[in-house]
């Protein structure tokens, strides 16, 4: 029993010092709060910058003055363009996707994957199409995959085999 009482009269001991060292040796908040802030003003040298002001026209209809190209190079670049334009015109389809929900051998299955589709999602236009020896069942056309991901999404939730799949859009 003395050990333990000893032991607790040490802990008190050391505890009452430790106490008496942090009263006498920290500073207090009252001494920080006594000191001078440094400040210094050199506005006076900084550089003064005057501002022209910008005269108004009274006249609010007149047009500006056309400024002339000093280096042209229209011609160049409407070349260019027009090929481009020509390529355009030539070029009816682009690469992109669609959703395919369902591929199978069997015709009963695609006409049911179409008409559940359209009863399910009607703003999604669903195209069947035969291939052969396959009939699959194509959603929607998009141009990018980031584009076509939540329509994918969800209908994965209807139709586990939904997949993601590269198809030809034709342009308008």
Not at 7 to 13: A, G, H, M, Q, V
Not at 30 to 41: C, M, T
Not at 99 to 120: V, W
Request: hydrophobic share 40%.
């Amino acid at each position: 029993m003395t050990f333990y009482n000893n032991r607790y009269i040490t802990l008190k001991r050391n505890l009452l010092v430790s106490c008496l060292f942090m009263i006498c040796f920290c500073k207090t908040p009252s001494l920080v709060a006594q000191k001078k802030l440094y400040h210094e003003d050199l506005s006076q040298l900084r550089p003064k910058v005057e501002i022209a002001e910008i005269k108004k026209t009274t006249n609010s209809t007149a047009q500006p003055e056309a400024i002339l190209p000093t280096k042209n190079i229209n011609t160049k670049i409407d070349a260019v363009l027009d090929s481009i334009d020509q390529f355009n015109v030539l070029n009816k389809f682009i690469d992109g996707y669609a959703i395919q929900i369902y591929s199978g051998q069997k015709r009963e299955d695609a006409m049911n994957t179409k008409k559940k589709i359209q009863e399910e999602t009607p703003e999604l236009v669903a195209i069947l199409l035969y291939q052969q020896p396959k009939f699959r069942v194509t959603v929607g056309k998009y141009f990018t995959k980031l584009e076509a991901q939540p329509d994918l999404l969800r209908l994965k939730k209807m139709f586990s085999t939904a997949i993601l799949v590269p198809e030809k859009i034709q342009m308008k």
